[in-house]
DNA sequence: GGGAAGACTGTTTAAAATCACAGCCTTCAT
DNA sequence: ATGAAGGCTGTGATTTTAAACAGTCTTCCC
């Protein structure tokens, strides 16, 4: 990695919100003095320090020299979109991202952290079918009858969650697949995030 | 309607797909120059007097006195979501339009022209569920086999396609839900468009 | 055939926006 | 206790942009 991301301070956490709220709303990232005006500051260089102290941070890249030269990083564009995962490693380790997708994570709610692509036909009845994306949001924990995404030892699996005390079961949409009895006591399991949404491109 | 929208020239359409795609990829409209560049043009001015004629057909909103002060105007935002369809009345019409979703049309492909709430579970099988929106291309013609949207008479209706001579049978994916066998001869039939996706917020 | 609309070149001016310089105050770790 | 980093005020030079003015050439319509 050639730029370090260290982590933000809450104030120019503030300031890159704003900086993505801006163009979100307004198709066009601020000026300082836009920035200034929003936070109530009385000097451009107050913009100024922030915008290279984020830059430094590798929050946003500046252009120097042209007008409202703000952007955001491409990793902050577009949500991830996560193929077959390998066993063992993170379920958002860069080498899962298939692709980005420029699709507005509040589209969903809660918002979606990232898409994953379902394999296999385990969830059928539940409208989810083979290769369709589902947009997933990051938990730790679900209510019994969400559609949860779980890693179980090294497999990551969409299913329907019901928890009986330290039993977990992982109920298929589909007559033709068994549910997953887990107990937790004996086998690590651990739900990665809860079903918002769906998206299916047809061929 | 206070400003009349106006057909554009192919020009102005190339400078305003231009402007278009700048803000998605820069994230930020272009300068004057920045269109000069684009199109090779030795004046700002020859940018600067096509984005007034763009602006008088009400294509683009210029602001003045800011810099890349061009926004397109809030309808060219998003993809209009068509809830429940008015007997009688075009799809598009503007008292059908519920909402615009902020999604890249190009998201699908063919690209998407609008998004239909679709009701009821007559297209369950195919993993279309009662509330799911689906992503609708406009066209005309479809093929055997293709999800459309098709207008019998006053009413809508999502349904596979299946082309018999002049007899064209609309099929259901539930078994719970019969064929819909029309004579083009006698009953208008207009397909609106093609299924080209699917989106789903779970609540 | 005259006039309006479209598609430009070329030049200039003024405003908007970046960005450098010089400070002040606070917090926080060494 | 001292220096570094964060968070500001205030000022001004310089560049980028917007936008006005003055034309040329063509097409298309009445």
Redesign the pocket.
Known sequence: MTTRS?S?????Q??LDFIGQTIKHESR????????AA???????????????LA??GAIL?????????RLPHAAQGLPLIGRVAAGSPLLAAEHVEARCSIDPALFSPPADYLLRVRGMSMRDAGILDGDLIAVHRAAEARNGQIVVVRIEDDVTVKTLQRKGSTVELLPANPDYQTIVVDTRRTPLVIEGIMVGLIRKDS
Chains 1, 2 share one sequence.
């Open positions: 260290r933000l301070t809450s104030r120019q503030e300031i990232p601020p000026t300082r003095l836009e920035v200034c936070f109530g500051f009385r000097s451009p260089n107050a913009a100024e320090t922030h915008l290279r102290a430094a941070k500046l252009e120097e020299g042209r007008a409202r030269g703000i």
